[in-house]
């Protein structure tokens, strides 16, 4: 199953302001059976307005280094196929997909489905009612290091969110990539598209079965006669 982890950072709160807020950067992580790939996309985004002095001291993002920096209708094509037909793995992804959505549907492309986000606030917040659920606080309940994020950004904030997904959804090996593919025993596809398999250990792990277990196991076979099942295994 292919996720992408995304955050964006804006000139604002509302693409339907006026003049229209814009997004300013776009990071994202992509998971391959909630293991991530080391495959990224990230880009800065000229929104072709200034930036308030408010989302500046947020993320640092100013109008001069965005100046030469390509529009979002230059970048839409590379982005809508980086993300295929992946589920969205977003932090809020009401305010995110609001953005994705608006920039779009303003050059042309379709908008992106509600149900396609995966909404990591509202997780945290049905896991743990009443606690903080920040990026920022999810870091700390689970001893991630976000100790890089002096300022928000959006591919520094996309990794770190995909080892809060992970936590939230089960720990960082929820199943230990085993999985049932195809009636051949448990495997797994990893994302280069080669088949991977447990095999025996080299050594195996020392029985934690005591003598006296042993020896109180064949006292109850002897009691159960010749014939028991029991009697043909050591």
């Given at each position: 199953m292919r996720e992408i982890v995304l955050d964006t950072e804006t000139t604002g709160l509302d693409p339907f302001d006026t003049p229209a807020h814009r997004i300013v950067e776009i990071g994202a992580v992509e998971l391959w059976n909630?293991?991530?790939?080391?495959?990224?996309?990230?880009?800065?985004?000229?929104?072709?307005?200034?930036?308030?002095?408010?989302?500046?001291?947020?993320?640092?993002?100013?109008?001069?280094?965005?100046?030469d920096k390509p529009r979002f209708a230059q970048i839409a094509r590379?982005?809508?196929?980086?993300?295929?037909?992946?589920?969205?793995?977003i932090h809020n992804a009401s305010f995110d997909m609001k953005f994705l959505n608006a920039e779009l549907e303003w050059c042309g492309f379709s908008p992106l489905p509600s149900d396609r986000a995966i909404d990591t606030l509202m997780i945290a917040r049905r896991k743990f009612p009443g606690s903080p659920?920040?990026?920022?606080?999810l870091c700390r309940r689970f001893g991630?290091?976000?100790?890089?994020?002096?300022?928000?950004?959006?591919?520094?904030?996309?990794?770190?969110?995909?080892?809060?997904?992970l936590e939230l959804t089960g720990g960082r090996q929820p199943d230990?990539?085993?999985?049932?593919?195809?009636?051949?025993g448990h495997s797994q596809t990893r994302a280069d598209g080669t088949d991977w398999r447990p095999r025996p250990r080299p050594t195996p792990l020392p029985s934690r079965v005591s003598e006296e277990d042993r020896a109180a196991h064949a006292a109850f076979?002897?009691?159960?006669?010749?014939?028991?099942?029991?009697?043909?295994?050591?």
């Open positions: 909630q293991v991530p790939t080391g495959n990224t996309y990230h880009q800065y985004i000229n929104p072709e307005r200034d930036m308030p002095a408010e989302a500046f001291a947020v993320h640092g993002i100013g109008e001069e280094f965005l100046a590379a982005f809508v196929d980086f993300i295929g037909d992946a589920k969205l793995v659920a920040s990026l920022d606080a991630i290091d976000n100790s890089n994020r002096t300022l928000h950004g959006a591919l520094l904030d996309s990794e770190i969110l995909a080892d809060v997904y230990f990539a085993l999985s049932a593919q195809g009636g051949q076979v002897a009691e159960l006669g010749g014939g028991a099942i029991w009697s043909r295994f050591d």
